[in-house]
């Protein structure tokens, strides 16, 4: 994919940042090819953090910064480096921002470092990140890299958004720690707050989202 235009069949070119491209790449990264829904990746984190929605977010952010500024560097990067060590420098170009992000959040938020434990420093291994930087990152110029990188994270963050919100309302009544459900007639549902809850959880979201846009069967 070429990330200077984007051109219609009868070779008419998109108008606006990067000829249409960015607008397509925020797109697909959110909603049409979303990294969970629609690939099924960083379903670890996806089911380990979202037993609240406060930490879904925290760790949506940490994923969307994590992959626009590493796709960022690795795309400023790509004609320099060598393609035998590409995926060793794009690693050490993540792991680089997961320790910065990680850093901050110790520094300023030491109860939500606790929470998420070691799933921050996980995402240097997270293949949302590490597949756009060499799928994308690696053949496309800066902006549109970043878009990517930001719109990748945009959706991956909405799903675990949209998972901890259930699961923290429906296990506790509450919302960011504040009740919505009386605990006078809701006593809430320990399912959700486990590992199962997750699971079924995920499993209905991912449902939803082919059954709102059915995943196009290949053909030979």
């Not at 320099?80 to 850093?103: K, L, N």
């Not at 320990?190 to 499993?203: R, T």
């Amino acid at each position: 994919m070429s990330g200077n235009s984007s051109c219609a069949p009868g070779g008419a070119c998109g108008k606006g940042l990067c000829g249409g491209l960015c607008k397509q790449t925020l797109r697909e990264g959110t909603w049409g090819n979303n990294p969970i829904s629609m690939q099924i990746l960083g379903i670890c984190s996806a089911l380990a953090v979202t037993n609240k929605l406060e930490n879904s977010l925290v760790m949506g952010a940490a994923l969307i910064f994590v992959c626009a500024m590493s796709n960022l560097l690795v795309s400023l990067l790509r004609n320099a480096t060598p393609r035998r060590i590409r995926m060793i420098a794009e690693v050490a170009i993540i792991a680089t921002f997961v320790i910065i992000f990680d850093q901050i959040l110790k520094a300023f938020y030491w109860d939500m470092s606790k929470n998420l434990g070691p799933y921050v420093g996980l995402i240097i291994t997270n293949c949302i990140v590490m597949g756009r930087a060499e799928a994308f990152a690696m053949q496309n110029p800066p902006v549109v890299s970043v878009v990517d990188g930001i719109a990748n994270g945009l959706g991956y963050a909405a799903v675990l958004g949209v998972i901890g919100f259930f699961r923290e309302l429906a296990g506790s009544g509450k919302i960011l720690g504040h009740v919505v459900l009386s605990p006078d007639w809701y006593s809430g549902n320990q399912v959700m707050i486990l590992a199962p809850g997750a699971f079924l959880a995920l499993g209905f979201l991912i449902a939803l989202a082919n059954l709102i846009k059915p995943v196009k069967e290949e053909t030979t």
